[in-house]
């Protein structure tokens, strides 16, 4: 497992911009996949990103597709959310997670190790 910790969450108004950053402890970072999710009360952990181990591949949730970019610095062992275009709707716990090998995913189960998560809420 990978310690993984995350930053940059916050109190934004709607229809701004907030970079999350995630920064994990591990001389192997580059043998994981990265994704990102969220969890709003009372809901389940919803996907909303993944990015392949070299970075150059990314899938999104239809939810943040065109809103949200993920990408990856693997010198830093850093990947990075960017969100624009902010609604109400996107409040929520924001985690970050790594899934050990090749194969991309968008079930929470199939990634191992998760950070402890950094609040976002977005004001009307």
């Known amino acids: 497992q990978v310690q993984l910790v995350e930053s940059g969450g916050g109190l934004v108004q709607a229809g701004g911009s907030l970079r999350l950053s995630c920064a994990a402890s591990?001389?192997?970072?580059?043998?994981?996949?990265m994704g990102w999710f969220r969890q709003a009360p009372g809901k389940e952990r919803e996907f909303l990103a993944n990015?392949?181990?070299?970075?150059?591949?990314?899938s999104y949730a239809d939810s943040v597709k065109g809103r949200f970019t993920i990408s990856r610095d693997n010198a830093k062992n850093t990947v990075y959310l960017q969100m624009n275009s902010l609604k109400p709707d996107d409040t929520a716990v924001y985690y970050c997670?790594?899934?050990?090998?090749?194969?991309?995913?968008?079930?929470?189960?199939?990634?191992?190790?998760w950070g402890q998560g950094t609040q976002v809420t977005v004001s009307s």
């Open positions: 990015i392949n181990r070299s970075g150059d591949m990314t």
């Open positions: 591990t001389s192997t970072f580059t043998f994981y996949v």
């Open positions: 997670a790594a899934r050990f090998g090749v194969v991309p995913g968008t079930d929470p189960g199939n990634f191992g190790s």
